[in-house]
């Protein structure tokens, strides 16, 4: 039987503050269940690892999976909230849609595939056609050679700062325009093209929530990191860093994730449930 028609989607527009409650909420619904929100992260970027090595089609493959995840997670929390536990079984459940509903899912995943693909491409272009072409070439067969002073030298001379802030924010534009659309062609029907559109519109009207998430969780990974230094100094042992740094930044990868939900949700007057 066909899916019924997608209900009306309205978007809200919230104030900046927005964003700081998707980090706390995000964070108590991980400790709701750290070991399941941790464990499906490190299951699903193991799977990536894995699949990125397969020859000429695994980064696609990987990036195509992406928003299947993303997915995966906002289940995860929607289950979370409802009081009940999930496992890995939370991947297999994206599919069990109605074909229609899962195959706009796999185009915006293809879209996006292709999307970021762009992104590298304008970059590479830019590249090769400014100044400092032909210098990553050189880079790396210094560092091959193992020739520090001529790395250095390279690195000091160059502007490969500007072209990964390039990348960055040509990915950034990326993602937020992708942000909404895998949830809303999965679990209201909506068509690509639409859910591409409602998806940008509901970042663009809710840009200042946003800026405040994107610093909120930059501000918290900076203070991880800044704390496990501290911690290595005082106790003068770089392995102590490290047993303070790894945990707590997969645990706060792991709030991050849980928070989609959260930043989809309130964006739209709609119930993203299955």
Same mark, same amino acid.
């Given at each position: 039987?066909?899916?019924?028609?997608?209900?009306?989607?309205?978007?809200?527009?919230?104030?900046?503050?927005?964003?700081?409650?998707?980090?706390?909420?995000?964070?108590?619904?991980?400790?709701?269940?750290?070991?399941?929100?941790?464990?499906?992260?490190?299951?699903?970027?193991?799977?990536?690892?894995?699949?990125?090595?397969?020859?000429?089609?695994?980064?696609?493959?990987?990036?195509?999976?992406?928003?299947?995840?993303?997915?995966?997670?906002?289940?995860?929390?929607?289950?979370?909230?409802?009081?009940?536990?999930?496992?890995?079984?939370?991947?297999?459940?994206?599919?069990?849609?109605?074909?229609?509903?899962?195959?706009?899912?796999?185009?915006?995943?293809?879209?996006?595939?292709?999307?970021?693909?762009?992104?590298?491409?304008?970059?590479?272009?830019?590249?090769?056609?400014?100044?400092?072409?032909?210098?990553?070439?050189?880079?790396?067969?210094?560092?091959?050679?193992?020739?520090?002073?001529?790395?250095?030298?390279?690195?000091?001379?160059?502007?490969?700062?500007?072209?990964?802030?390039?990348?960055?924010?040509?990915?950034?534009?990326?993602?937020?325009?992708?942000?909404?659309?895998?949830?809303?062609?999965?679990?209201?029907?909506?068509?690509?093209?639409?859910?591409?559109?409602?998806?940008?519109?509901?970042?663009?009207?809710?840009?200042?929530?946003?800026?405040?998430?994107?610093? $909120?969780?930059? #501000? *918290?990974?900076?203070? =991880?990191? &800044?704390?496990?230094?501290?911690?290595?100094? +005082?106790?003068? /042992?770089? @392995?102590?860093? $490290?047993?303070? #740094? *790894?945990?707590?930044? =997969?645990? &706060?990868?792991?709030?991050?994730?849980?928070? +989609?939900?959260? /930043?989809? @949700?309130?964006?739209?007057?709609?119930?993203?449930?299955?």
């Amino acid at each position: 039987m066909a899916d019924a028609s997608p209900p009306t989607l309205a978007l809200r527009t919230l104030q900046a503050r927005a964003g700081l409650l998707w980090v706390q909420q995000g964070i108590a619904a991980c400790a709701r269940n750290p070991l399941g929100f941790t464990a499906l992260l490190v299951v699903t970027t193991l799977g990536f690892q894995l699949i990125a090595q397969l020859p000429l089609i695994g980064p696609a493959i990987a990036l195509m999976a992406m928003p299947f995840v993303w997915l995966a997670y906002m289940r995860a929390t929607r289950l979370t909230l409802g009081g009940q536990r999930f496992g890995l079984q939370v991947l297999a459940d994206i599919w069990r849609v109605p074909a229609p509903r899962r195959n706009a899912l796999v185009r915006v995943s293809s879209l996006y595939v292709a999307a970021v693909l762009a992104c590298f491409v304008v970059v590479v272009l830019v590249y090769r056609n400014g100044p400092d072409a032909g210098l990553v070439g050189k880079l790396l067969q210094a560092m091959e050679d193992k020739r520090q002073e001529d790395v250095e030298a390279l690195l000091a001379g160059s502007r490969l700062w500007v072209y990964a802030l390039l990348l960055s924010s040509l990915l950034s534009v990326v993602s937020l325009v992708f942000w909404h659309a895998p949830a809303l062609a999965h679990a209201l029907g909506m068509r690509p093209g639409k859910a591409l559109f409602f998806s940008a519109m509901a970042c663009w009207h809710n840009r200042a929530a946003f800026l405040v998430y994107g610093l $909120a969780w930059g #501000a *918290l990974g900076f203070l =991880v990191m &800044l704390v496990s230094a501290l911690a290595g100094q +005082l106790l003068q /042992s770089e @392995a102590a860093a $490290a047993v303070i #740094a *790894l945990p707590s930044m =997969v645990l &706060l990868m792991a709030s991050f994730y849980a928070s +989609l939900h959260f /930043s989809t @949700a309130d964006c739209f007057q709609a119930q993203f449930e299955e």
